[in-house]
Every structure is written in structure tokens, then in C-alpha cells.
């Protein structure tokens, strides 16, 4: 089999195997690390969303159950509230898709992991604002800065990949969450959820239907951009000479 094949088995492998382990009784325990990683990159989106519409990114918190939130460092209104709400379900199958797309090499796969450790880093200096976030992320960034300086350039690549499958697919599992009469954050009921703001920004309710019709929209981002990712990915690996070869 040539490394163009290889590429895309890869992917594949990545891909089922994150399918299979999240439907076996213990799968999801082994995955928590990276669920916590999804809520950072559903946290960070939402930041990078509330820079963008001139409310500043104040800190952001993860908890144990994997829920999270992130703050404004001011309030903003109308459009902005709906891009902020927005942003996370949008955002984290992004992150994903752009990982799959980055890595069609063991060179390209080890700066996208070292890369992904920095970003963490610098999250967990400047906007990790509570103590599990900060060791939990910490702990992640350090695994990622060693998978990218150590690991062997096929298994380079594969880890690469299975991250960008993990945050796709957690952004499709955790979509089902806002079709729940109640949002759990740190065990504790809480307000409204981002469909529920996204729903009162734009339809000025927060009926079922309203809730449900942006969860729904997201679902579907989410399928689209992941096949997406794989498409773009898969061409990518097509057109490499030599995908997993070079260090």
C-alpha cells in the first residue's frame, strides 16, 4: 500500500475507532481527556467569537463533568449575543476540520500538535480562570508537546488525526445536550444554554421550537463541515508525495 492510501486509512481508523470506543461501557472514560479538550476548544471559540465582536475575552472555566463556560470581559447585544452563542457549536467541528486539513504529513502533524500545546499553554496563563481547568489543560498541552516531539512519524499523523476526529465528533455529541429540559454545568442546574440565547437573539423566544431549530441547524454545520474535512483531508493526502515519510 502506498503512503497516499496509508494517509487516508489513517483517517479512517481515526474516525471508527472514536465511534466504537464512545458506544462501548467504558469507552467513554477512556475519551474523557479528550471531551475536556472539546469543551476547551467549544470555550475557546466562544471567546475568540466575543473578541470579535468587541466584548473582549475575559476567562473561561472547565469543570469535571467536562461542562465549561466562558466570559465576556464586557456585554455587548443584538448580532454580537447571537455570533457569541453561536460560535461554540460552530466553532469546535472547525477546530477539527482545520486539524484534519493541517496534517496530511508527519511534518505538518507534528507542528499542528506542538502548535495545539502552545495555544493551551497560553490559555491556561491568560484565560483559565479555576484550578481543574488549569491542570487538566496543562496535563493535555504537555502530552501534546511530547506526542509531537517523540512519536514516530506514522503515529505522528494518527494522533493528529484522532484529535481532529474527537472534536468533530464530541461537537455532534454534545449538540444532543440542548434538546434536554435542563443545562447541567459543574452539577448544578443552570440558565439558559447557547441555543436557548441564540433562539431569544433571533426569534425573540425560547420555545421548544425555536431551542430545537438552532440545535438542529448546528447538527447539521456539524455533519457538513466534518465531511468537509475529510474530503479537503483525503484530496490533501492524494496530492502528497509523501504523507507520513517525512520528519
Sequence with gaps: ?????????????????????????????????????????HELSHGVAMIAMGAGFDHMLIYRDTSGLAYPASSTSGFGVAVIAAAGYMGTPLWGAMLLVLTPTARTARWAL????????????????????QWAMTATAAVFALAGLVLPARWRVATAHFVAAQACINALLDIRVLLRPQQIIDGQIAGA?????????TFHTTDHWAVWTW???????????????????????????SPVAAI
Design 1 to 41: 500500500m502506498n503512503d497516499d492510501k496509508a494517509q487516508l486509512r489513517t483517517l479512517a481508523i481515526a474516525l471508527l475507532v472514536s465511534l466504537v470506543l464512545w458506544n462501548l461501557p467504558f469507552g467513554g472514560l477512556l475519551l474523557y481527556p479528550f471531551k475536556l479538550l472539546a469543551t476547551w476548544l
Design 193 to 201: 444554554s447557547d441555543a436557548h440565547t441564540m433562539a431569544l437573539a
Design 215 to 241: 440545535a438542529i441547524v448546528w447538527l447539521v454545520w456539524s455533519l457538513v463541515v466534518l465531511y468537509a474535512g475529510m474530503r479537503v483531508a483525503s484530496k490533501r493526502a492524494e496530492l502528497s508525495e
Design 114 to 133: 506542538l502548535g495545539l500545546a502552545l495555544l493551551l499553554a497560553i490559555t491556561v496563563v491568560l484565560v483559565i480562570d479555576n484550578r481543574f481547568g
